[in-house]
């Protein structure tokens, strides 16, 4: 959708409702310049990949998908991964996390985990998080 948008600097989303889409891969994949989203209702309901859907947005400083339904989801393979400037995360799901070296802070709420088929490599290189 937002695949490669490499002059987007912020996006306000309010609601996208796409059902029965069951994949959202590389929905905001390589926007590098990305530095502020907001998402509210992306109707993630019978999603099931996500995978790389944040690849390489490396401004973007937080992200907030706590109110997400994300019980169908299987695969988040590299959800995340190169996302360098990513300090505060806050979600519902699980997630890959690779290469997030400045997450400091991460908050998973519900951290429902039975979907998931692999979870490996999951917070590789996540240096700042502390336990």
Not at 2 to 8: G, K, M, Q, T, V
Not at 83 to 95: G, H, I, N, P, V
Request: proline share 2%; with cysteine.
């Amino acid at each position: 959708m937002f695949y490669e948008c490499y002059s987007l600097k912020s996006l306000n989303i309010t609601s996208i409702y796409a059902l029965p889409l069951h994949r959202r891969e590389k929905m905001f994949y390589n926007n590098r310049k990305l530095s502020s989203l907001i998402l509210h209702k992306l109707h993630l309901y019978l999603v099931s990949s996500m995978s790389c859907m944040f690849y390489h947005c490396e401004l973007l400083t937080s992200l907030d998908l706590s109110f997400e339904d994300t019980s169908w989801l299987n695969d988040t393979k590299e959800m995340f991964k190169g996302c360098y400037s990513l300090y505060f995360l806050s979600l519902s799901m699980s997630s890959r996390f690779y290469d997030c070296r400045k997450l400091a802070s991460l908050d998973l709420g519900y951290f429902y985990t039975d979907p998931l088929k692999n979870m490996y490599s999951m917070f590789y290189r996540c240096n700042s998080l502390s336990y």
